[in-house]
């Protein structure tokens, strides 16, 4: 077996390292801050990575659910109390086995259990390697909206196993493309001119490079949230069934028509931002059919990161930045210039 690549999230005294690579979640037990006496391994049932994960320590598994609903207070809750179930001290360790919801949740409930213990992620889907996993964000959601309730709690470790894509759905995998798709567009890189374990290591990097400068997002960090705006927007509009890396790439189309509206960008930069998404990744571009562009300019008006008025992060002559004031006329007429799936075209979204 070879190596892991390793790629240091540099953060000071929490500075951590984050292994890409086949096998990976074997090294799982180096990642372990020293003292921890046992663990807790939070993932889903049937995930076949779990299995392949030992701490090196005693430790038990506790399952939460699938589905967006799982992101809830009331799993923080039943999490905590399994950790005192399984005799967590505040000098043990949690473990997350599994995609962004996995993560999200069960470092949230690390970062508030004995008031906050460690946590050493292992991303089982392609989202969760390239975003979720890495940068500290943690957090659930309120039925007011998503993400509403979070920490920043950075993991010990992070282990991407590329083993876990071989048997990810090419829903998911879909998902995790539009997310390294905003890094083509942060970086310029030709991210699929690499192999997948340089591709995973490059966008872990780009990552780690943007946390490392902001960790708690008073400015560059924000960076990330490119094509996100309206990503939320409609994830709440298809009540979920469009999955947030599809949502992130119909919204990197749809920023860089704003971009254009506010003369930041050439008609030229959207068509690349069509091409690289629609073709190169070969993501939906196109707005799901019957969706009320009014209601969707009200979501993303309520996106909690619109700080002054609709605030976007756009491209522009200086790269990819935080717009704050900008105009509801661009806004719409940037919605009237998005391709729509005709009805059962291909824009893709659960039943
Ligand atoms: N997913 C965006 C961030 O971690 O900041």
Avoid at 59 to 79: M, N, P, Q, R, W
Avoid at 266 to 274: I, K, P, T
Wanted: net charge negative; hydrophobic share 45%; glycine share 12%.
């Amino acid at each position: 077996m070879t190596s892991p690549i390793t790629v240091r999230v540099p953060l000071a005294d929490r500075s951590y390292d984050v292994l890409v690579g086949r096998g990976a979640a074997s090294h799982v037990a180096s990642l372990i801050p020293a003292g921890v006496r046992r663990a807790v391994v939070v993932t889903q049932s049937g995930n076949p990575m779990s299995a392949r994960v030992d701490p090196g320590v005693p430790y038990t598994v506790v399952e939460i659910a699938d589905g967006e609903d799982a992101k809830s207070l009331a799993t923080i809750e039943f999490l905590c109390r399994r950790f005192v179930d399984a005799g967590l001290t505040r000098s043990d360790c949690v473990i997350a086995v599994g995609g962004g919801l996995v993560t999200d949740v069960a470092g949230f409930a690390a970062s508030v259990y004995h008031r906050g213990i460690a946590v050493v992620h292992v991303a089982t889907t392609l989202l969760g390697m390239v975003d979720a996993a890495i940068g500290g964000k943690t957090g659930v959601n309120l039925p007011e909206g998503k993400n509403l309730v979070g920490a920043f709690w950075q993991p010990s470790g992070v282990v991407c196993d590329l083993d876990a894509l071989d048997t990810l759905p090419e829903r998911e995998m879909r998902c995790g493309m539009g997310e390294m798709a905003k890094y083509h567009f942060l970086t310029g890189d030709d991210l699929l001119a690499l192999d997948l374990p340089d591709r995973v290591a490059r966008c872990v990097a780009i990552k780690a490079d943007v946390v490392g400068s902001d960790e708690r997002e008073s400015g560059r960090r924000a960076i990330l949230n490119y094509g996100h705006t309206l990503a939320h927007a409609l994830e709440i509009a298809t009540d979920h069934r469009m999955a947030h890396g599809e949502a992130v790439a119909v919204g990197l189309c749809y920023a860089a028509r704003v971009a254009a509206a506010l003369g930041r960008v050439g008609d030229a930069r959207v068509h690349e931002h069509d091409h690289v998404v629609g073709v190169a990744y070969g993501l939906s571009t196109e707005l799901p059919q019957g969706l009320d562009p009014e209601l969707l300019v009200s979501l993303m008006g309520r996106d909690k990161k619109a700080l002054n008025g609709l605030t976007f992060v756009l491209d522009g002559p200086e790269g990819v930045e935080t717009v704050a004031g900008v105009p509801e006329d661009a806004v719409r007429l940037a919605l009237t210039q998005m391709p729509t799936a005709p009805s059962g075209g291909r824009a893709r979204m659960q039943p």
